[in-house]
């Protein structure tokens, strides 16, 4: 069965800012990033569609001690959204000072941007990484 | 199934910068618990053998096949089990269902790892192929950062202030480095260490720190596993496993609905304590996987020793010390005792059956009368197993 929602069309897909998902056609719910079964029901009925990149901040941490070759990144901050459409994603938030993100994140708005991780040797290539900024303009 | 019994054990030194390759270690860790169940190469019929990295760390793969053939095992199967910072319990887990079902007598299953050759950054880049790499590692996320990003979340979803989870996550530093000091093997026996030299370390995912989190390390342990009838023959003291359990997970934001609980270790739990026929209130002593100290808290509540947001409490009451409700981690855990992660799950198994049999009061850390035990390893994001350890059956 062929895989709807490829990595290299979803990279692309974001490359451009717009981030694609996966709707069920049994149940309705919204899987992604993507992969093969509906993240619900488990089927594999699933239709390729485009989310608004909204949603809200679950979780955070600032990471300082980054991997190998991304130790000029630090400090930066990771969080969980959680989008309009209902599946959680992970990204990055880059529009405050890493030092003084703290828990009052939780529960703010944000809406999607994309840069890229030029990859690295153990990689395969790049990948687009979603980053979010705060709706509200804040 | 027949039942099934570790009959030796074997536990090497957990250190950093270790003189000796993966294969001696594991080589050293095997012929301690052959020696203890008092069998040869020629009765060891398998190898299941746990190690991650030694590609990265040794430019060595397969390394079960030399392994075999290193102890005189010659020309048996050797199979290696990845499973990130899980692998040994999986293939303990095996290990159990191969003799069970009557195909072997006896196996020899353990695992080895050589974590700090790579150096902190190959180290931390290697730990993070334990999460989703087309998905989740483009955005930099780290293993600190996976439990970092859970535990701001235990905080705002149990409403446990961050002050307060602040000083209970010390209590887990503290009171493993403690009884760390207390194990020979220990990577750290030398050193306890503070609430405030945790909550004061530096910060290395936010609001983990230094001393929340558990060290890169070398080791390895062993365990001979045998049939019922075979442990008779070799050993007065067979320590049963009567309960095993094995999970998995998709990528951390996919767990979203259960986070910050890890649903896959209440499925592995629960698969262990049906098979054995026991529940958490049954357990004696446990070994969990503090691979930070927020995930000791997380694990406590999955395994059904707290409820949810509480599991604090215990470590704030002295449950989690000898004598208490439920001794966890007497070991020093990862913490203290050292992560070699493809060796971690044989050696909590080793420090469980070694309770069971009452052989901890030389070191001044036996859990008096303890029965049953509780195993439980994390690989990655989410691949959980749990067995249960017995000596009343
Ligand atoms: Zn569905």
Not at chain 2, 7 to 26: A, L, N, Q, R
Not at chain 2, 99 to 114: H, P
Not at chain 2, 332 to 360: F, N, W, Y
Not at chain 2, 365 to 384: C, H, N, P, S, Y
Request: with cysteine; glycine share 10%.
């Amino acid at each position: 069965m062929e895989y709807k929602l490829s990595f290299k069309d979803y990279h692309k897909a974001l490359m451009k800012n717009k981030l694609m998902g996966l709707k069920c056609k049994a149940c309705g719910t919204i899987t992604c990033p993507p992969q093969m079964s509906c993240r619900n029901c488990t089927g594999f009925d699933l239709e390729v569609v485009e989310l608004t990149g909204k949603g809200k901040i679950t979780t955070y941490t600032t990471i300082y001690v980054a991997p190998e070759g991304r130790e000029n990144e630090a400090p930066y901050i990771i969080v969980l959204v959680e989008l309009e459409e209902g599946p959680w994603i992970m990204g990055n938030l880059y529009d405050m000072d890493p030092a003084r993100a703290d828990l009052d994140l939780i529960g703010k708005p944000v809406e999607l941007g994309t840069r890229i991780f030029p990859g690295d040797k153990y990689s395969d290539g790049p990948a687009a990484r979603p980053v979010f900024r705060f709706t509200d303009g804040k | 199934m027949r039942k099934v019994a570790i009959v030796g054990t074997g536990h090497t030194d957990f250190v950093s910068d270790g003189p000796k390759t993966e294969v001696e270690m594991f080589c050293e860790a095997a012929t301690e618990a052959m020696e203890e169940a008092s069998v040869t190469p020629k009765d060891i019929q398998a190898l299941y053998c746990g190690n991650v990295f030694g590609d990265f760390a040794e430019g060595q793969g397969m390394i079960q096949s030399y392994i075999a053939n290193e102890l005189g095992c010659h020309h048996i199967p050797a199979t290696r089990f990845e499973g990130a910072c899980a692998s040994a319990t999986l293939a303990i887990r095996d290990a159990f269902i191969w003799v069970a079902s009557g195909f072997y007598d006896v196996v020899l299953v353990g695992g080895t790892e050589k974590a700090t050759a790579m150096g902190t950054p190959l180290a931390t880049r290697t730990f993070a192929m334990g999460s989703d790499g087309k998905y989740e590692f483009p955005a930099g996320i780290t293993f600190p950062g996976f439990f970092a990003l859970l535990a701001n979340l235990y905080s705002a979803n149990y409403d446990v202030p961050m002050e307060r989870l602040r000083e209970q996550m010390s209590m887990v530093s503290v009171q493993s480095h403690f009884y760390g000091t207390k194990n020979p093997h220990a990577q750290f026996k030398h050193k306890e260490v503070t609430a405030e030299q945790v909550s004061k370390g530096f910060m290395v995912a936010s609001p983990l720190r230094l001393l929340d989190c558990c060290p890169f390390s070398d080791g390895a342990a062993a365990l001979v596993v045998a049939s019922e009838e075979k442990a008779r023959e070799l050993t007065d003291k067979p320590v049963y496993i009567t309960g095993v359990g094995q999970a998995s997970s998709p990528r951390l934001s996919a767990q979203a609905p259960f986070l910050p609980r890890i649903r896959a270790r209440e499925v592995s739990v629960k698969q262990a304590y049906d098979m054995a026929g026991v529940g958490p209130q049954d357990i004696d002593l446990c070994e969990l996987h503090d691979c930070f100290s927020i995930a000791s808290l997380i694990a406590a509540e999955n395994l059904g020793f707290a409820e949810n947001g509480k599991a604090g409490e215990l470590w704030e009451k002295g449950e989690t010390k000898i004598g208490g409700k439920i001794p966890i981690n007497i070991s020093g855990g990862l913490k203290a005792k050292g992560h070699p992660i493809g060796a971690t799950g044989a050696s909590q198994a080793c420090e469980v059956a070694r309770q069971l049999r009452g052989d901890m009061d030389s070191e001044g850390r036996q859990v008096e009368g303890a029965k049953i035990g509780l195993v439980d390893t994390l690989g990655g994001d989410g691949i959980i197993s749990n067995l249960v350890l017995q000596t009343n059956v």
